[in-house]
Every structure is written in C-alpha cells, then in structure tokens.
C-alpha cells in the first residue's frame, strides 16, 4: 500500500512539474544579448527548450547514454539565459528523459528515440534509406529557403544566423554540443525565409538520417569543415548576397551528403 502512494505521488511530481513547465512564462529571464532570443512569442522559453530537446531525441540526434553539453554551451546554442534552460532541464529529469548526477552533465536516459519518434524518420529506416534522393530533395527545398533567407531575413534574423554560425567554432571538439547549434542555425535560416510550409518541409528532410549523421559528426575535421560553411552562408546572407548565399550552401549540403556517404560505407549493412 505504501508503495503504491509513494507511486503515485511520484507520478503527481511529474505531472505538475511538466504542466508547471507548460504554464511559465518566462520574459524577465530573456537574455540581454540583442540577437540572442530565437524563441517564439506566446510560450515559456523553458517550455520551447525541453520541446526543442524531446525532439532531437525523438529524431535520434540525441541518443540513450549522450551526455548534453554544459549549461554556458546551451545558452550559447539557444541563446536564453540559465533560469529558463535549468527549469527546462529539471522537468525533462522529472520526466524521466535525462538523468543528472551531481556536479555532472545530464545524460539522455534509456528511453528508446524509436519508441518517440514521430513523422519522415520513422518511414525511412537506414536500410531504406536512399542517400542521393534525400540530398536531391533537401537541395530543392532548402536553397530556396536559403534564397529568401537572403532576400526577405530581418537585421535581426540575420544577425542571429551569423552569431550561430560563429559560435559554432567553440564546438570542434564536442559533437553532441555541435549538433545542438547545428540544428538551431539551420532553423533560424528556413525561419528567416518567411515561409512556414517549406520550413517544416526543409525541418521533415533535416531530420531524415540522422542516425548516420551523427556518425559522421564525430570523424576528426568534419565538424571544423562545416562550421567554416556555415561561417559563409552566414555572412552572405548578412550581406544579402543571394548567389554568394545559394552556393555556400549547396557546398555545405555536398560536404554534408558526401561524410554520410563515407559514413555509411564504413558502417556497411546493418
């Protein structure tokens, strides 16, 4: 009987702790870095952080046993200050998702990503995975985005892609670290399109292989190539340099298809 209450006090815990999460509001604790807040109007910062984590869990960008990168390395990538990021931490601990130890890093517990993932990744598993039709279909859609990032990106929007870009230099040696501000650079490139639909379009494709993806983050230099990419789509996209934007990409997305490619040949069938 006593088990069973303290069971079900536990579960009370979490779920108020998570609703608690839903329901904050957070705007005195916005960093006061003028470029530094991604996040979106209406919603808790805290909240949109632990969604932002589930997902990199969910597509397998972050697996059972990684260990996140610290605090000032996640400020940096989602460029919010630590009170929101540490209450985001704590409901995903409550939640059972990350495991913390004391002093230490958190780490993503054994909850399976396949039994979390959600949309284009579960379709295509690694042995239907087609490496060429999914590069083809991230070129259509993402060098428009890229295009109209350039022509439409507010200063602001701008200036956040180039801090991203930028930022990522402090991340050649961490993968886990590196794939957190991979993803927001990107997305703060489709949101500066101004286009949702491609944007969830270019999000789906993003998420596709990542399996092997993250592989290939940890090969020495791979990091270090990508973050030089990102250095000039960004800073031709600061300029509102269209062609200069459109081309630095599509060298990224061949640097990015080809390490895959490596990537998957060394694995060999799985």
Do not use: C, W
């Amino acid at each position: 009987m006593k088990k069973a209450e303290a069971k079900t006090r536990e579960s009370v815990v979490v779920t108020d702790a998570f609703s608690e999460l839903v329901a904050a509001e957070n705007a005195p604790t916005r960093p006061s870095t003028a470029y530094a807040e991604p996040m979106r109007e209406g919603r808790s910062i805290a909240e949109q952080v632990a969604n932002r984590i589930m997902q990199m869990i969910k597509s397998g960008n972050l697996k059972s046993g990684d260990r996140l990168p610290t605090e000032a390395q996640m400020t940096i990538a989602f460029g919010i200050s630590r009170p929101p990021l540490r209450e985001a931490l704590k409901a995903l601990t409550l939640m059972g998702v990350l495991a913390s130890r004391q002093g230490g890093r958190y780490t993503v517990t054994d909850l399976s990503p396949s039994r979390l993932a959600a949309g284009v990744n579960v379709m295509l598993g690694v042995a239907q995975y087609d490496v060429a039709e999914h590069f083809e279909a991230r070129a259509v859609v993402e060098l428009e985005l890229v295009r109209l990032s350039a022509e439409r990106a507010t200063l602001d929007e701008r200036a956040r892609i180039m801090k991203l870009a930028v930022d990522g230099r402090a991340f050649h040696d961490d993968p886990v670290a590196f794939r957190l501000i991979d993803i927001e650079f990107h997305q703060a490139l489709y949101k500066g399109a101004h286009n949702a639909l491609l944007s969830m379009l270019a999000q789906g494709l993003y998420d596709v292989g990542l399996d092997v993806r993250r592989v290939a983050s940890t090969v020495p230099g791979v990091i270090a190539k990508s973050v030089a990419q990102h250095v000039r789509v960004a800073e031709a996209v600061l300029a509102g340099d269209v062609a200069g934007a459109v081309n630095a990409y599509r060298q990224h997305l061949e640097h990015v298809r080809d390490t895959t490619v490596e990537t998957m040949a060394e694995r060999g069938p799985t």
